[in-house]
Structures are given as C-alpha cells and as structure tokens.
C-alpha cells in the first residue's frame, strides 16, 4: 500500500503542537531504534542496516521539519521551534557518530554476509566511512570537542541563514527616478503619503530596478543595499564557523576543511577544486574579454572616458546591449510571462517530459499562497509524491531559490513531498526567474522520483553533492526551447512568443555567459578560500581585503568600494567550500543534454532513459556511474567547451 502525505494543521494556531508532536515523535522514534541497535543487534548483518537507516530516516524527517519550517513558516513561534528542533537533530546525529559502542556492532559485521546484496554492501561501507569521518576513533575528551564543535557549527549557520533571511533593506525613491520601469511594476509600488516609492532588496524588487531604471544614483543606491544585507552582523559568524570547521577536519585527520568536505564528493581532492577553478577560468578568459568590450563599447556612448563598467551598472548596461545588439527588450519579453501560466506550463512541460501528471490537492499549508499537488505516472492512479509550491516573497520567508525535503520516500513506508521556495513576482516575470523556476523544479523532481527506493541513505537528491544540480541545470534548457515555450509563455491577448524574438533571446544569452563563469568562479574561490586560508593559522585575512582580491583575480567585474557581499552570501553555509559544485554538474549537465535531439526534446526514449538511469536511482549508484549509464561513456568537459567557446 502506497503510503499517505502528511496532513498539515488545519489553522495557524494549532501549528506550534503539530510542529512538536511531529519532530517530537521522529527524535523519539530514531533514539529508540538507536538505543535497540547498540543493546541487541539483530543477527542478521542486513537487518541491523536497516535499523539503522529507518532511524536516520526518522531523525531526517525531523530535521527536514526543521530546516523547511525555519525558513518558510510566518509564525516566528514556529521559526524558533523549527530551529531548535534542526539543532537537536544534528546533536543527536553528532553523538551517534561518536559512539564507540555504536561503531562497534558495524565494525563486527561480516563483509561476506552482505556481499550479495550491493545496495547493501555500499550502504555498510559508507556508514563504516561516516563513523570514521566522524572522528569515533578519537579520545573521550576529543569526541566531547568535537560534539562541541558541531554544535556550534549549527548554531552558526542558522544564525547566518537568519540574519540574511530578515535583514530587508529598503530605499526610498521620487517616483520620477523611477523612469524605464516596467507599468506592472509600478502599479505594485504606489507612491506613499510621503511622495515616495519603496524599493527593497527582494528579489521581485531589486532585479528589475538594477535592470530596467535609467536613474544610474537609484541602480547604485539598490545595489549597495543588496550586496550589503547582513554586514555588519554575519562577519564574525562566518569568521568562527570557518575556524571551527577548520579544527573539525583537521581533529579528524585531513588537512583542512575542503579537504574533508570534498573527500565524499566526485571531485574526490580538496586541492582539485582550486585546480578546476583555473580551468574553467582559463576556457572563459577569452569570452569574458569579448562580452566585456562590448559592454563597455556601450557603456562608452553614454561615459566616454569610462575604463570598466561599475558593478552597479552592469545588468543595465547588459540589457541595453541584448536590447540593441540582439534586439531583445526584457519589458517585451516579460509580457509573455504571466505567473499564473508559467506555473502551468511547467508543470505541462515537465508532466510531458517524464510521464506524469500533476493534480492540485485543496490540503492545508503553511500559508495561503502556497499551492499543492500530488503526482502520479501517466497512466496510473498510484500516488508517487505530493509537492507543493511556495513561490512569493513575504516577511521573515527565505530569500533565495531552493527545494526543500518535507519527507523522503522509501517504497512502503515514506511517500516523498517537497517544496519548492522562491521568490517570484505575482505578475509579469523576467525570462531569467522562469528559467529559475525550472531549475528548482529539477531538484523537485530528482526528490520525488529518486524517493521510491529500499533506503532512506539513497532517497531523493542522496548523490554526491558535487553533482545534484546537474539534474535541475539540465532542465533549465526546456526554458530556453521556443517549440516549450510556445505552449505557455503568451501574451494578454493570447499570442505565443514569436519564434524569432526566443532565437533572439538565446543569442543575447550567450552574451554574458564569459562574465557569469568568471563570476561564478569568483564565488567558487571565495568559498574555497574562505575555508582554505584557515591552515595558515589564526592569522586569516580579514574576510573584505580577503574577498575584494578574490574578485580581483577571477571576477570580470570591479569590486565596489564599501560593500560586503560575502555577508549575504547564503552559500557559505550549506555549500561551504563547494560552490565549484554549480559549474562542475554545469559541465556535467550541458554533456548530458547532447544527448536530447533539440529537434524533439520530448522525445520519450531519451526523456525516459535519462529519467530512469539517473533521475529514479536517486543516491543508490555513484553519479559518475549513473551518468555514463545514461550517456553510455564518461561524461566530458567537452559539450561545455564547445558551449562556451560558440
């Protein structure tokens, strides 16, 4: 029998009780199952796995509560509960990675016994790995440090992801410096009883007013209040999370944080990943100089003695070379992107592509704008999955773009249900965020369809980090396909996007695409370094000297004077020192999708194959292996070369 979603409280009032009965309920189960593991082992080597996985699985669902609940749920009751709840997860987690007697019933098992069984044998050696990586070998007092630590760790990086999540700025404007922004986004920022505009540092408001407003003091003015979210309050957080992440993996026996955190990931080496940066570097440097001359050959029109074109004045100045170079106006381009149809077309588009059909479910959420569906394959009645969607920006919500676990799937015991966190206009959106949407989708779906295996270790988005946006950076392509876009994207009057204006888009896309790789590997060296500087000692650079050269040496853009951008840079936290991660499965996801016809990418034979060797598996085989299953050879950094260099 397929298992049943969970059901949500009914009202806001009942959701503190829910919240602790829910994570309440999982601590105990997981400490229970635990307890029994270290007292009475079954004799069976495969048996005492399981055990062990279903507790990981009930300690996960209380974490997932936790994570989801802190960063979507309106009531800072619950956000605190939802904190509190994440924190006592992964204390619990750190103390069995640091019991001896726990250790001890895995190291006992016969490797022979579970020879047979490879989902098995993988899963034995990867806790046998985690107990290591976990420092159990260590002395008592060591192990107390370490459960210090890890605490601390969580500690900071909430407190890290909250300080980014409520510090909203705002800048106050004439309506008359408002000139070029687009008539809807004007109409949803009235003019106050002051004679002013608000403008904050939320997505749906910053994006277009970076883009679109002539005023150049405004487009500076925003953009200082963006970069500068969070400073002055997360630098000494980020300050201490990276010390003691440097003594945790070095406690452990590796020589620095990357180390240990690249350790479990394809890229295998701490040290590979400044390697990686350079190579990427070195392809982009000379489409970064082409996209840069051009911008500033039009920044020059406008500023004849300009040597660089400032930070503040980029997407601006980009948009007016796509609009005259490749005659694509993004204000035109917006009115074929009404939210309500997007959020449709892709769950068509997405449906079509990998058989299956989503029906809207009236169940209780978090909030009132968050809608609800269950999936199922074309075909069956079976439900394989519930998702929800959380799409608008509001008070005290995360800031980003993110999927989020409520609950992984295990075949006959957890249906898989995500969520989808964004931050999109209720109206007209910018080509770029539908493009967003479908890459969050992609998680989406790697979480519900990889969900349905026999583990909770292997469920949903389980594969090596390095790798999981591969999947969703894949998708992206549909977003960009004037045959998918056609079937959605029209204007008030019903009138698909002309072909001709997509073929457009796509051109002015590739302009750019030099900077965007140099400044993602500005954001990758930022991260690794931050961490990597640590084996130096105590002495670590200050984290602004630090970043501005940083941007110096891979950035194409200039460094704006006063500003703090790692302040809000969310990803030092969950990704820590592996933002390499979004170029790597980039390379990873152009090679894959040279295996779709772009003639008919609903073709179902590749869709198919690619959504059962690699999407289905979930964590249960090693990407590389999952990827060459499907492509039927390694992949290449070839198709990425290729999509560069054009």
């Not at 029998?1 to 009914?10: N, Q, Y």
């Not at 592509?353 to 569906?373: N, S």
């Not at 799409?391 to 773009?401: D, F, I, T």
């Amino acid at each position: 029998m397929t298992p049943a979603p969970l059901v949500l409280p009914t009202s806001a009032a009942d959701w503190p009780a829910w919240f602790r009965a829910r994570t309440e309920a999982e601590l105990a189960r997981a400490s229970e199952l635990v307890d029994a593991l270290r007292a009475t082992p079954p004799a069976d080597p495969i048996d005492v796995l399981r055990q062990w996985d279903r507790a990981a699985g009930h300690l996960g669902n209380a974490a997932a509560a936790g994570s989801l609940l802190g960063n979507v749920h309106p009531s800072d009751e619950v956000r605190d509960l939802a904190d509190a709840a994440e924190q006592e997860a992964q204390r619990i987690a750190t103390a069995w990675g640091l019991d001896r007697a726990l250790y001890d019933v895995f190291a006992a098992l016969d490797d022979a016994a579970v020879a047979h069984d490879p989902a098995a044998a993988r899963l034995l050696a990867k806790v046998r790995d985690d107990f290591r990586r976990s420092g159990v070998d260590q002395d008592e007092a060591t192990r107390a440090r370490i459960a210090e630590i890890r605490e601390r760790i969580t500690e900071l990086d909430q407190e890290f992801s909250r300080v980014i999540r409520d510090d909203v700025r705002t800048v106050r404007v004439p309506p008359e410096r408002l000139a070029g922004m687009p008539d809807d986004w004007l109409a949803a920022h009235p003019v106050d009883d002051e004679g002013m505009v608000t403008v904050t540092t939320d997505y749906p408001d910053s994006i277009p007013v970076r883009m679109f407003a002539r005023d150049q003091d405004v487009r500076r003015d925003v953009t200082i209040a963006f970069l500068d979210r969070g400073w002055p309050t997360t630098e000494p957080l980020l300050t201490e999370l990276f010390a003691l992440r440097h003594e945790l993996a070095t406690t452990v026996g590796y020589a620095d944080w990357p180390s240990y955190d690249a350790d479990v990931k394809m890229i295998g080496d701490g040290a590979a990943i400044p390697a990686f940066i350079e190579r990427i570097v070195e392809a982009a440097e000379e489409p970064m100089r082409r996209d840069l001359a051009q911008l500033l050959e039009r920044y020059r029109r406008d500023f004849p003695d300009a040597t660089e074109v400032p930070g503040y004045d980029y997407n601006h100045y980009a948009e007016l070379v796509r609009a005259e170079e490749y005659d694509v106006d993004s204000q035109r381009v917006r009115t074929y992107f009404d939210f309500a149809k997007v959020r449709a077309g892709l769950l068509e588009v997405t449906g079509r592509l990998f058989g299956l059909r989503y029906e809207q479910v009236d169940v209780p959420a978090w909030h009132e704008e968050v809608t609800a569906y269950d999936v199922r394959r074309d075909g069956e009645t079976e439900r394989i999955g519930r998702i929800y969607l959380d799409l608008h920006p509001r008070e005290g919500k995360y800031k980003h773009a993110a999927q989020f676990t409520l609950a992984d799937g295990v075949t006959g015991e957890q249906l898989p249900e995500g969520v989808l966190v964004c931050n999109f206009s209720r109206g007209l959106m910018e080509h770029d965020h539908v493009v967003t949407l479908f890459h969050e989708f992609g998680h989406l779906l790697h979480h519900v369809l990889g969900g349905h295996g026999d583990w909770f270790r292997y469920a949903g988005v389980a594969t090596e980090w390095d790798f999981v946006e591969a999947p969703s950076q894949m998708l992206e392509e549909w977003a960009w396909h004037a045959d998918v876009l056609r079937t959605f994207a029209t204007d008030a009057a019903g009138e698909p996007i002309p072909v001709e204006l997509v073929a457009a888009m796509r051109a002015a896309d590739d302009y750019g695409k030099g900077i965007y790789a140099r400044t993602q590997m500005f954001y990758a060296a930022m991260s690794y370094w931050f961490h990597a500087d640590r084996v130096h000692g105590d002495d670590a650079p200050d984290l602004t000297a630090r970043m501005r050269e940083l941007q110096g040496r891979y950035a194409a853009l200039p460094y704006l004077p006063g500003t703090h951008m790692f302040a809000s840079f969310g990803h030092l936290g969950g990704y820590s020192s592996g933002y390499y991660t979004y170029m790597w499965s980039l390379v990873i996801a152009k090679d894959m999708f040279s295996a779709f016809d772009e003639s008919d990418l609903f073709r179902p034979e590749v869709a198919q194959r690619y959504r059962d060797r690699v999407l289905v598996p979930g964590g249960a085989g090693d990407a590389a292996d999952l990827v060459a299953d499907f492509l039927g050879r390694p992949f290449s950094f070839a198709s990425y070369a290729a999509w560069l260099a054009r």
